[in-house]
């Protein structure tokens, strides 16, 4: 006996043949595109959350229920038909159960308890042990190539959808209404309505076809799939669901060409008519989506601006106020240091021994704080770029050994060896004169006396490549390789610079690194490490 | 959006999940064997009653 077949050639592929209507291949594969493409969407932004895995186990089983339907439409043999309309009749209460799991796990933040795992349980044996008996199909009708569904696809099937359904619905209008946020309760209510929209018009379509024989209609259910979709794409962009910072329009947009490029594949008027009208609807959901979220965007923008510029303003009003007091600050100190000074050379009247180291510590005590409110200040119009240079043609060796003999009673007096070594040549720099001595040279050496408790500090000039390179080695504390990193940052201190040098204010080094670069010179500093010692080097253009 | 914070299973759960894909895989291939393999179904051939309809 012959095999019996359909009337119509074989399918290609699994999915082409005479039988499947254009609209078929246009309703399952925009429904699983976008199924697919939110499913992993959700997924690739949170792998680790259990709703989007379970988002993701849902897609992927419509996917296969929409794959197998086009198989149906497609092939002419009828154990496939058999074979595959069964598992059809499965998959579809699997995604009804699927769904209830991911809302319920979504709205209470925990598995259903073990009574309600045995209640969908056995809400799907019956499915389970009937599925390959008459029950479920009786048989093939030879000339559409389609199944005679039994009781078991005809009716339970859809007492088991409407009971989920039914129980998804229970669940949003109980617990929704109680979430404490009104973004909690939009995207939840988003996500459910998505949900029961999707299976309600899957289910629907599926009803007319098992009642009526014309399986046709019920493609119209699939569109329900990419509403869902893009109601959670609105989700994610409203509410920024589901951790993505990622427009879901994307993903709509690729629906979009799908459905726009599959308008060239139909040739019934009709059928143009329907997908002109799905399109027409997918346009408007993402124009809507586009414009809101441009407009947001412009909105945060030019917030950001106002206050960019607010922030600008007080930054600058509090620059001119420290501006001032530091000004104010000065002035004083400048007149205290005055007076101690003629106190100390005798100009009141000769001092005795105690009242003289007195006066003596409060004159050195006064220049050093003149001495911080003057690097505040400088860093200050460093920074604003208010700095002026003076520029003339002068002995860099000299000013080098000027500057060396200037520290070296304080090198002594803790018991450092300070020692100058140069190298023979000419060393004639154009710049700053009075800012490169005070504070740069002075600036190095000094702290290298302060932040050497023994050993020695050596100074060392050299020329190279037209350039004079002063390099100041000490065998003092080091700096760590921490420190390193902020070391001419303004107010950069290391970590422990306060313990060994208490009039620290960090902002030596900013300085010293603005005026050698303005000079079009570098600073740099290479130190082994805490406790070995640590070497700074400045590298100036030199005209002779 | 909100996670699960808790998503702990009970153990009698997790058995009856187990025990529920072992049953799908098991009616699946059931079906499989008496369609595909053993083409055990009733084929109604119509498709020379509908010619005579026709």
């Avoid at chain 1, 598992?87 to 699997?94: C, D, N, T």
């Avoid at chain 1, 109601?231 to 990622?246: C, D, E, G, P, W």
């Avoid at chain 1, 006066?359 to 119009?381: I, W, Y």
Wanted: charged share 15%; proline share 4%.
């Amino acid at each position: 006996m012959p095999e019996l077949l359909c009337p119509w050639e074989a399918s290609e592929f699994f999915i082409f043949s005479s039988n499947v209507p254009a609209l078929i291949h246009y309703s399952h594969w925009v429904a699983t595109v976008s199924a697919l493409g939110m499913g992993l969407f959700i997924f690739a932004h949170n792998p680790k959350g259990f709703v989007p895995r379970l988002i993701l186990l849902f897609v992927s089983l419509f996917s296969v229920w929409a794959m197998l339907d086009v198989m149906l439409w497609a092939t002419n043999r009828p154990d496939t038909v058999m074979f595959s309309w069964s598992l059809q009749v499965l998959i579809e209460p699997l995604t009804y159960a699927l769904a209830f799991y991911l809302f319920y796990l979504y709205l209470y933040k925990q598995w259903p308890s073990f009574r309600t795992n045995v209640l969908i349980f056995i809400l799907l044996l019956p499915l389970l042990v009937f599925l390959p008996t008459t029950l479920n199909l009786e048989a093939l009708s030879l000339s559409a190539c389609e199944a005679i569904e039994g009781p078991l696809a005809k009716y339970y099937t859809y007492i088991v959808h409407t009971i989920l359904v039914l129980a998804i619905a229970v669940m949003g209008a109980r617990k929704i209404p109680g979430l404490p946020t009104r973004r909690e309760r939009l995207v939840a209510l988003f996500f459910g309505l998505g949900l029961v929209t999707f299976l309600l018009s899957f289910t629907s379509g599926n009803i007319m076809g098992s009642f009526t024989d014309d399986w046709t209609l019920s493609q119209y259910g699939l569109f329900g799939m990419p509403v869902f979709a893009a109601l959670i794409a609105y989700s994610i962009v409203q509410f920024k669901a589901f951790n993505a910072k990622v427009i879901g329009a994307q993903m709509l947009v690729i629906i979009l060409a799908i459905a726009v490029i599959s308008l060239v594949t139909l040739q019934e008027i009709t059928s143009v008519r329907v997908v002109a009208a799905l399109t027409f609807v997918l346009v408007c959901a993402l124009g809507y989506i586009l414009v809101k979220s441009v407009k947001r965007e412009v909105a945060q923008r030019e917030h950001i601006e106002k206050l960019a510029g607010e922030l600008e303003q007080t930054n600058k009003r509090q620059e001119g106020l420290l501006h001032f007091i530091g000004h104010e600050v000065k002035g004083f100190l400048t007149k205290d240091q005055g007076a101690f000074a003629a106190l100390s050379e005798g100009d009141a009247g000769h001092l005795d021994a105690p009242a003289q180291i007195f006066v003596k510590q409060a004159l050195a005590q006064t220049r050093e704080g003149v001495q911080s409110v003057t690097d505040l200040l400088q860093a200050s119009n460093q920074k604003s770029g208010t700095v002026t240079y003076k520029k003339e043609t002068f002995d860099f060796k000299a000013l080098v050994a000027e500057t060396v003999e200037k520290l070296r009673p304080s090198a002594e007096k803790k018991g450092l060896s300070l020692t100058l070594k140069v190298a023979d040549g000419m060393y004639a720099v154009t710049g700053d004169k009075e800012k490169l001595g005070d504070n740069v040279l002075r600036n190095l050496i000094d702290n290298a006396i302060n932040y050497t408790p023994q050993g020695s500090v050596e100074v060392s000039l050299t020329k190279r490549d037209g350039k004079a390179i002063v390099a100041v080695k000490d065998t003092g504390v080091g700096i760590s390789d921490e420190d390193k990193a902020h070391l001419f940052t303004e107010g950069g201190k290391g970590k422990d610079s306060n313990k060994i040098n208490v009039h620290s204010t960090g902002y030596g080094l900013f300085i010293a690194k603005g005026i050698v670069e303005a000079h079009q010179g570098t600073i740099s500093a290479s130190s082994e490490g805490p406790g070995k010692g640590s070497t700074f080097i400045v590298e100036l253009p030199s005209v002779a | 959006m909100p996670e699960p914070s808790n998503h702990s299973m009970t153990t009698s759960s997790r058995y009856l999940i187990v025990l529920f894909v072992v049953a799908v895989l098991a009616s699946v291939a059931i079906t499989y064997w008496t369609t595909m393999v053993k083409q055990d179904f009733v084929i109604l051939n119509d498709l020379e009653e509908e010619e005579d309809s026709l």
